[in-house]
């Protein structure tokens, strides 16, 4: 009867613990960045480089600013999103390309590139 009580609350803090635990995971910038960097990695790089300092061929021809740069980091999530999601100049809008989640996920990047 005691053993029962026993396993009956843990299995009652599981159930307040697992969720909490794996929404912080979802959540983590640490992880939302590392999605971002592949997203990047295929959409983003022909323009702003590997390194994201814009030196590519393409982006010394379109002034492309570097993603590290005080300028750009000063900018906020929403700003970087606003740009990603219409595009901005040459670059081309992403809304509707990727999804909301995606583009947050590439605005983490961005802000983990400081």
Known sequence: MKSA???GSLLSLSLLIVPT???????SPAK?????????????????????????AM?????IRDLHSAEVQKQTKEELTKIIEDGKGKMPAYKGKLSKDQI???????????
Do not use: P, W
Request: hydrophobic share 35%; charged share 35%; glycine share 8%.
């Open 59 to 63: 982006g010394k021809t379109l002034k």
């Open 104 to 114: 947050n996920d590439l605005v983490d990047y961005i802000k983990s590139l400081k």
């Open 21 to 27: 635990v794996m929404a912080a995971q979802k959540d």
């Open 32 to 56: 939302e960045a590392k999605e971002g960097s592949s997203i990047f990695e295929s959409k983003c790089f022909a323009c702003h480089g590997k390194d994201a300092k814009g030196q590519t």
């Open 5 to 7: 009580r026993i396993l």
